[in-house]
């Protein structure tokens, strides 16, 4: 079945912002980062817009270096809480054309639409109004690449920047790579890309013509990953939150050391309700509860289920951890710090609202 998965990224995303929020900065290099103190100044560069990189300019290049080439630049300092405020904005509109949504950076997200469009060029017109909304909105450019992989959308939406949109059809992947250097792959910086030149790997199109034996053979496993890549043959699905998560926890000190049970139980009941309401954001399910415990003193105790499953259910967590509770119920000492971390977690619109009563058995 074709896939069509949209990979969008922000243009020049810092600088963008300071140039809307400063209409007399557009059409000059502006330039986010240390300060440059004349040519004198350490750190280096966050970003700049496409006029600063006419320059040579770039993200990560030492902010003298830069000033020399370009003293006239406007040398701004970044804004983090500004910048993230206004992803935030970018990602709430991007998250309203697809339940299949995964943000993976500040200015970059993947959208999957394979059961909302029929082909390439209804995918392509849901491109334009994204391009539209954020533009109307928001007033920044975004670059988007449409494909059938997460990592050839990727490669795609930076095929034209600023406010690109490229699409990549299944049949048309092999021409799409062909001339690209081998960099343009996630993942390939310019470390690993000297190994790769040294054995005659420059051209993406060089990885399709070695066959995937001679690829592991020469690299091990990143070489069949990326050989994988360069065909087109990545089935990673598109998630709501980085794979990388694997837990989602809180935990509260008390005000004062306490063997109250009310306290205690309210302030679990606080835990419970914040981690669900990312739980229900995200539409996330979990099968293991963790109990964590902090006496006074600090001898610190963690106690754990694991269900048959995966669940989402606040109330069940709650008995759960009151039952695991129970075997501290007679410890002398007071409680210091308590904590829930739910784990083992899986990314599902059907995460199971199941009854209590199915587990009154458990
Ligand atoms: P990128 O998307 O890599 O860069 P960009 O949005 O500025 O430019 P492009 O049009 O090529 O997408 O990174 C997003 C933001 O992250 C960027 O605006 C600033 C920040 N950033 C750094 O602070 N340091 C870095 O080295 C990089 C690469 C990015
Ligand atoms: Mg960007």
């Known amino acids: 079945m074709n896939r069509f998965i949209f990979h969008c ?11 809307k929020d400063n209409p007399q900065y557009k059409g000059k290099p ?24 006419k320059f040579g300019l770039h993200s990560a290049m030492p902010i003298s ?15 983090g809480k500004k910048y993230y405020k206004i992803s935030k904005e970018v990602m709430d509109i991007l998250e309203t054309y697809s339940n299949d949504f995964q943000r993976v950076g500040v200015d970059e997200a993947y959208l999957e639409l394979t059961e909302i469009v029929k082909n390439y060029e209804e995918a392509e017109e849901i491109a334009k109004k994204i391009q539209k909304e954020i533009q109307d909105k928001i007033s920044i450019t975004i670059s988007i690449g449409i494909a059938p992989t997460k990592s050839l959308a990727k490669i795609a939406s930076d ?7 490229t699409v990549v059809k ?16 996630p993942g390939i910086g310019k470390k690993s890309k000297v190994y790769y030149y040294k054995k005659g790997i420059r051209k993406i199109g060089d990885i399709i013509n070695t066959p995937l034996l001679k ?14 890549v360069a065909n087109g043959l990545d089935n990673r699905k598109v998630k709501e939150f980085h794979e990388e998560r694997k837990s989602i926890s809180a935990e509260r000190t008390f005000f004062t050391d306490t063997d109250n049970f009310n306290e205690i139980l309210s302030k679990f009941e606080d835990i419970n309700k914040k981690i669900h309401k990312s739980i229900i954001k995200h539409q996330i399910a979990y099968k293991t509860i963790t109990l964590k415990i902090r006496f006074e003193g600090f001898q610190t105790y963690t106690r754990s289920k694991t269900l048959p499953f995966h669940i989402q259910n606040e109330k069940y967590v709650l008995n759960i951890i009151l039952q695991l509770f129970r075997e501290f119920s007679n410890n002398k000492k007071k409680i210091r710090l308590v904590g829930i971390k739910l784990s083992n977690l899986e990314r599902t619109p059907k995460a199971r609202q199941t009854s209590l009563i199915y587990y009154a058995s458990t």
């Not at 502006?30 to 990189?53: F, H, L, M, Q, W």
């Not at 270096?65 to 804004?79: E, N, S, T, V, W």
């Not at 095929?159 to 949109?165: D, L, Q, R, S, Y």
């Not at 048309?172 to 343009?184: C, G, Q, W």
Request: hydrophobic share 35%; aromatic share 10%; with cysteine.
């Open 30 to 53: 502006v330039i986010i980062g240390a300060d440059p103190k004349e040519g004198t100044g350490r750190g280096v560069v966050s970003t700049c817009n496409y006029e600063a990189r």
């Open 170 to 185: 299944p049949e048309k992947i092999h021409n799409f790579l062909k001339d690209m250097d081998i960099t343009r792959i």
């Open 9 to 19: 990224d922000l243009d020049c995303f810092f600088a963008a912002v300071e140039i």
């Open 65 to 79: 270096q830069a000033y020399r080439r370009c003293p006239h630049g406007i040398y701004l300092r970044p804004d």
């Open 159 to 165: 095929e034209n920047k600023p406010n690109g949109i």
């Open 215 to 228: 690829m592991i053979e020469l690299f091990g496993k990143h070489g069949k990953w990326i050989w994988n």
